[in-house]
C-alpha cells in the first residue's frame, strides 16, 4: 500500500512510519523542514517538503495515495490557537477532497467531543466536524490520552520546587498514553478496512494524579513526591515564567481546568477502548528517570 503521513519525525509519525516501512509499504512523509529530508530518506520513506497550510502541497502529497494519516502540528505563535488548528484542519479537509483519497486516520484528541472549553483541544473538536463533511471518505479519527511525555515539562518544577502538580487536585482522574502506542493504533487502523466516520480512544494506562506524582517521584528517587493543586491563576503564572507565550499559558490553563471539572474524560470513561495500550505509568517512569538528570 501506499501512504502518506504528516507529522514529519515527530514523537508519532516516526515510529509510524518505521512500522509501516518494515511491513513493506510506500510511505511519503510531509516536513515543512527541507533539513528532514535526508533522514526521512534513511528510513526508506518519500519526503515531501512544504507547509500543512498549503493546500496544492497538499492535494499533490495526498494524490493516489490508498491512506493518508493527518495531524495538525503545534504552533506556539499562533495568535489564536483553536482558529489555527481549526483551519489547518479545513485546509487538509480541502486537499483531501481535491486529492480523491478515500482513507483518512487523523489524530484528534481525549476531549474532542467537547466544543469548546478544552484549550487547544476545542480546535481539534473543530477539525472533525470538518472532516465530517466530507463525502464518500472513511475517517478514523484517533483520540489518544494525555501523553506520558508532557510530564518531562514538569522536570523544572521537579527540582526547583519538590513538587508536581496542575490546576486540578489529587484524586483526579487521569488517562495517560505512550506516543508509541498512538503510532501502533495508526498503523493498525491505516492497514485495515474501515468505513464511515468513527472513532478510537488510545490509552495506554488509567490512573490517578497523586498516583503520577508517587509512580514518577519513586523512579528519580523522590518516593514522598507531592501532587499539588494549583488555582488557574497560579497555573498561569507558572507557565509564563517558564516561557510558554500567553495564549498557550492560557489555552493550557483552561485544557486543565475541564481536567478538574470531569468533563474533558467523560465521554472516554463511557466509551472506553477494549484493551489498553502496553506502556504502562511505570515504564514511562523508567524512561523519564533517564531524562531526569
Same mark, same amino acid.
Given at each position: 500500500m501506499n501512504f502518506t503521513i504528516t507529522g514529519s519525525l515527530g514523537?508519532? +509519525?516516526?515510529?509510524?512510519?518505521?512500522?509501516?516501512?518494515?511491513?513493506?509499504?510506500?510511505v511519503t512523509i510531509i516536513s515543512s523542514k527541507p533539513d528532514k529530508?535526508?533522514?526521512?530518506? /534513511?528510513?526508506?520513506a518519500t519526503a515531501a517538503i512544504g507547509s500543512v497550510e498549503d493546500v496544492d502541497f497538499l492535494t499533490a502529497a495526498f494524490k493516489g495515495k490508498d491512506a493518508i494519516y493527518t495531524m495538525v502540528p503545534?504552533?506556539?505563535? /499562533?495568535?489564536?490557537?483553536? *482558529?489555527?488548528?481549526?483551519?489547518t484542519g479545513k485546509k487538509y479537509a480541502e486537499a483531501?477532497?481535491?486529492?480523491?483519497?478515500?482513507?483518512?486516520?487523523?489524530? +484528534?484528541s481525549i476531549g474532542a467531543h467537547l466544543d469548546g472549553g478544552s484549550g487547544p483541544i476545542s480546535g481539534l473538536h473543530d477539525v472533525e466536524q470538518a472532516y465530517s463533511e466530507l463525502d464518500g471518505v472513511?475517517?478514523?479519527?484517533?483520540?489518544?490520552?494525555?501523553?506520558?511525555?508532557?510530564?518531562?515539562?514538569?522536570?523544572?518544577?521537579?527540582?526547583?520546587?519538590?513538587?508536581?502538580? +496542575?490546576?486540578? *487536585?489529587?484524586?483526579?482522574?487521569?488517562?495517560?498514553?505512550?506516543?508509541?502506542d498512538i503510532a501502533a493504533a495508526a498503523a493498525e487502523e491505516l492497514q485495515q478496512g474501515f468505513a464511515g466516520k468513527s472513532v478510537r480512544y488510545i490509552a495506554s494506562d488509567e490512573t490517578?494524579?497523586?498516583?503520577?506524582?508517587?509512580?514518577?517521584?519513586?523512579?528519580?528517587?523522590?518516593?514522598?513526591l507531592?501532587?499539588?493543586?494549583?488555582? *488557574?491563576?497560579?497555573?498561569?503564572q507558572g507557565m509564563l515564567q517558564a516561557g510558554l507565550p500567553e495564549v498557550m499559558a492560557k489555552s493550557y490553563v483552561e485544557m486543565g481546568?475541564?481536567?478538574?471539572?470531569?468533563?474533558?474524560?467523560?465521554?472516554?470513561?463511557?466509551?472506553?477502548?477494549?484493551s489498553l495500550g502496553k506502556i504502562k505509568l511505570e515504564d514511562f517512569a523508567k524512561e523519564f528517570a533517564k531524562a531526569f538528570v
Amino acid at each position: 500500500m501506499n501512504f502518506t503521513i504528516t507529522g514529519s519525525l515527530g514523537n508519532i +509519525s516516526k515510529p509510524l512510519a518505521e512500522t509501516l516501512i518494515v511491513a513493506g509499504h510506500q510511505v511519503t512523509i510531509i516536513s515543512s523542514k527541507p533539513d528532514k529530508a535526508r533522514a526521512i530518506e /534513511a528510513l526508506g520513506a518519500t519526503a515531501a517538503i512544504g507547509s500543512v497550510e498549503d493546500v496544492d502541497f497538499l492535494t499533490a502529497a495526498f494524490k493516489g495515495k490508498d491512506a493518508i494519516y493527518t495531524m495538525v502540528p503545534p504552533n506556539f505563535g /499562533a495568535s489564536n490557537i483553536r *482558529d489555527f488548528i481549526g483551519s489547518t484542519g479545513k485546509k487538509y479537509a480541502e486537499a483531501i477532497k481535491a486529492s480523491g483519497v478515500k482513507k483518512v486516520v487523523n489524530l +484528534s484528541s481525549i476531549g474532542a467531543h467537547l466544543d469548546g472549553g478544552s484549550g487547544p483541544i476545542s480546535g481539534l473538536h473543530d477539525v472533525e466536524q470538518a472532516y465530517s463533511e466530507l463525502d464518500g471518505v472513511a475517517v478514523k479519527h484517533l483520540r489518544p490520552a494525555y501523553f506520558y511525555t508532557n510530564f518531562y515539562g514538569n522536570v523544572d518544577m521537579i527540582k526547583h520546587a519538590g513538587i508536581l502538580g +496542575s490546576n486540578y *487536585d489529587a484524586a483526579t482522574p487521569l488517562v495517560l498514553v505512550h506516543p508509541n502506542d498512538i503510532a501502533a493504533a495508526a498503523a493498525e487502523e491505516l492497514q485495515q478496512g474501515f468505513a464511515g466516520k468513527s472513532v478510537r480512544y488510545i490509552a495506554s494506562d488509567e490512573t490517578t494524579a497523586a498516583n503520577v506524582a508517587k509512580v514518577l517521584g519513586t523512579a528519580i528517587g523522590k518516593p514522598e513526591l507531592p501532587w499539588v493543586e494549583f488555582n *488557574d491563576e497560579d497555573a498561569l503564572q507558572g507557565m509564563l515564567q517558564a516561557g510558554l507565550p500567553e495564549v498557550m499559558a492560557k489555552s493550557y490553563v483552561e485544557m486543565g481546568a475541564a481536567t478538574r471539572s470531569r468533563i474533558l474524560y467523560a465521554h472516554y470513561f463511557n466509551n472506553r477502548p477494549a484493551s489498553l495500550g502496553k506502556i504502562k505509568l511505570e515504564d514511562f517512569a523508567k524512561e523519564f528517570a533517564k531524562a531526569f538528570v
